[in-house]
T-cell receptor
Framework: DAGVIQSPRHEVTEMGQEVTLRCKPI?????LFWYRQTMMRGLELLIY????????DSGMPEDRFSAKMPNASFSTLKIQPSEPRDSAVYFC???????????FGPGTRLTVL | DAKTTQPPSMDCAEGRAANLPCNHS???????VYWYRQIHSQGPQYIIH???NNETNEMASLIITEDRKSSTLILPHATLRDTAVYYC???????????FGTGTRLQVTL
């Protein structure tokens, strides 16, 4: 298995632009998680899905952030409009069951100028 | 989830055992202890978890005290590739969420 796949690996954009991050979980995993990591706040859970349904989005910072999972093999995290404070590494992770270990992707490093 | 306390950094000589402590004095009976690590510029990686018994796998051993208020992750023969930030996480057994703290930065040296 290729593991969790994220794209792009690096994204540089200007303030105000829309940014879309993509994630392909490991096949057969029912849970998908989006995390954000910054020096100031560490690793934070933004949202997670179970069987393509959002379960907990309490970590989503504000309405500019949205996440979707249209099918079991694809999820997106969108920021519109982007701001410099959104600069961070965004990780996607998947898990076969609710309380199993989570497998993390390589992350997307986002820089908003 | 119970709060965990870890030293911010530790050093270990290559080939020696690395013992990483974690305090979780408010842990509940249904909470597990998980360990993840994050090598620079990579996503976190699961290492091991346990409830109350000591656990061992190909990567590490987990020793949990009898009162479950603290635990130690042991890397038996540390290598340079074990240099990473190690996170101790306490999670309810049926929960999905992982809450990461600041972890311990382990530096393995020659």
């Amino acid at each position: 298995d290729a593991g969790v796949i994220q794209s792009p690996r690096h994204e540089v954009t200007e303030m105000g632009q829309e940014v879309t991050l993509r994630c392909k979980p490991i096949s057969g995993h029912d849970y998908l998680f989006w995390y954000r990591q910054t020096m100031m706040r560490g690793l934070e859970l933004l949202i997670y899905f179970n069987n393509n349904v959002p379960i907990d989005d309490s970590g989503m910072p504000e309405d500019r952030f949205s996440a979707k999972m249209p099918n079991a093999s694809f999820s997106t995290l969108k920021i519109q409009p982007s701001e410099p404070r959104d600069s961070a590494v965004y990780f996607c992770a998947s898990s076969p069951q609710r309380y199993n270990e989570q497998f993390f992707g390589p992350g997307t490093r986002l820089t908003v100028l | 989830d119970a709060k965990t306390t870890q030293p911010p950094s530790m050093d270990c000589a290559e080939g020696r055992a690395a013992n990483l402590p974690c305090n979780h004095s408010t842990i509940s009976g249904n909470e597990y202890v998980y360990w993840y690590r994050q090598i620079h510029s990579q996503g976190p990686q699961y290492i091991i978890h346990g409830l109350k018994n000591n656990e061992t796998n190909e990567m590490a051993s987990l020793i949990i005290t009898e009162d479950r208020k603290s635990s130690t992750l042991i890397l038996p023969h540390a290598t340079l590739r074990d240099t990473a930030v190690y996170y101790c996480i306490v999670r309810v057994g049926t929960a999905s969420k992982l809450t990461f703290g600041t972890g311990t930065r382990l530096q393995v040296t020659l």
